[in-house]
């Protein structure tokens, strides 16, 4: 069974950098996508970016293009996505999760599904 663990979440000052890793074991390639989302104090879980696990096709929101970078390595049947955060901005603090396996799956890679499969999170504050 797919099990997903994120590392790298902490503190940061604004305009600092993090990154998270989202460790994928004994992935199903069939899943096709992993995907960032995050939950702000207070607010609802949003979609970040996502990735085609088989590929290098990626998704960002609008609030994070330009300064968040997904990418993904494989070995064997361990996926290791990350999430390079630059130029950190106060709004970013929430608890990020990353997730596999979208429902209905229509060949491209957003946070726009429902996922079946999630982590735990890991907790990113931001703040001076």
């Known amino acids: 069974q797919v099990q997903l663990m994120e590392f790298g979440g902490g503190s940061v000052q604004p305009g600092g950098s993090l990154r998270l890793s989202c460790v994928a074991s004994n992935y199903v390639w069939g899943y096709n996508c992993m995907a960032w989302f995050r939950q702000p104090p207070g607010k609802q879980r949003e979609g970040v970016a996502a990735i085609y696990t088989s590929g290098t096709t990626t998704y960002y929101a609008d609030s994070v293009k330009g300064r968040f970078t997904i990418s993904q390595e494989q070995v064997g049947n361990t996926v290791t996505m990350y999430l390079q955060m630059n130029n950190i901005e106060p709004e970013d603090t929430a608890m990020y999760y990353c997730?596999?396996?979208?429902?209905?799956?229509?060949?491209?890679?957003?946070?726009?599904?429902?996922?079946?499969?999630w982590g735990q999170g890991t907790q990113v504050t931001v703040s001076s």
């Open positions: 997730a596999t396996e979208p429902r209905g799956y229509r060949g491209d890679c957003h946070t726009g599904y429902e996922y079946n499969r």
